[in-house]
């Protein structure tokens, strides 16, 4: 389905949930991968979710969204509207008020000359976000056991993505894995509410205030390993940025190796989830160093 034909479907889809509300105007923003967002009026953010489980995470990430906001200090969003009820696809939606900014790329942070300002709110923000006090919540939400969790991954990069892969990245993907899993210290954490896919794209910035203006899209927070945040800095900036946010976070150099796995292992995921849902772009993308 093209973008105007599928931006005609979700206004319609709208004004029937909420007949009050004035549609002027609506364009896509970007085309994510769990979900299809929608700028409606230039202030709203609808997002719709594009497969049967992002309806779920979508339910999830909107109970999150309704408590985070009390615990951090940088503007998260808060859902005003919302079509949950339904499972269908198309018809199952969140909608928040736009935060300010623009998406904070690598090529913005390095023309930056002060990223320590930058540093010291992303920082705080995590630190702020992995100690909120989970049982004082009411979320339901599980923390699956992580040695499982990374054993299975790895029998389906095995079954799925090795055949595609040339023997050298087999041989590599293997021995990362087997040496990982084989060291019970790596999964001796204490779980936390992490933000699940902290990289540029969910970092909102304003360059004439140089600083963070908020942090969006929580569909892949859960209970986990605080590491895994550091590991989406890490993808999207590099060494430079975490070098600095150890001045604001203490305890992330106990992290690292785990850090540089989760690294290690997102392309193959990004790849694994195109294979899944027949997203040619994003398998694409994924398996293009493994070939």
């Not at 990430?61 to 949950?84: A, C, W």
């Not at 945040?229 to 600095?244: H, M, N, P, Q, V």
Request: hydrophobic content about 35%; some cysteine; glycine content about 6%.
């Amino acid at each position: 389905m093209e973008r105007k034909e599928k931006a005609h479907t979700y206004i319609k889809r709208i004004r029937e949930v909420y007949p009050e509300l004035e549609v002027y105007s609506a364009e896509f923003n970007h085309i994510g991968q769990n979900n299809d967002v929608l700028i409606v009026n230039n202030e709203i953010v609808f997002r719709f979710a594009k497969y049967q489980d992002g309806v779920e995470r979508l339910e999830k990430e909107t109970k999150i969204l309704n408590m985070v906001g009390q615990y951090v200090s940088l503007p998260t969003p808060k859902p005003i509207y919302q079509q949950l009820q339904t499972k269908t696809i198309g018809k199952a939606f969140i909608g928040y008020k736009m935060i300010e900014g623009k998406p904070l790329w690598k090529s913005v942070l390095n023309n930056n000359d002060q990223p320590s300002i930058l540093a010291k709110q992303l920082a705080t923000f995590l630190r702020e976000l992995h100690a909120i006090p989970i049982e004082n919540v009411s979320l339901n939400l599980t923390h699956e056991d992580p040695h499982k969790e990374f054993t299975n991954l790895y029998v389906n990069f095995k079954e799925k993505l090795f055949p595609f892969m040339r023997q050298g990245a087999r041989h590599n993907v293997s021995k990362r894995f087997e040496s990982y899993l084989g060291n019970a210290t790596h999964f001796e954490f204490k779980p936390c509410l992490i933000h699940g896919d902290f990289g540029p794209s969910n970092i909102l910035y304003s360059i004439s205030d140089n600083k963070v203006t908020g942090i969006i899209d929580f569909g892949g927070s859960c209970l986990g390993d605080p590491a895994f945040d550091f590991a989406g800095i890490l993808s999207g900036y590099g060494e430079c940025l975490l070098e600095k946010l150890l001045n604001y976070y203490p305890g992330i150099e106990r992290v690292i190796e785990r850090m540089r796995f989760y690294k290690s292992t997102f392309a193959l995921q990004e790849a694994l989830f195109g294979l899944d849902n027949n997203d040619q772009e994003a398998f694409q993308n994924g398996i293009k160093d493994y070939l």
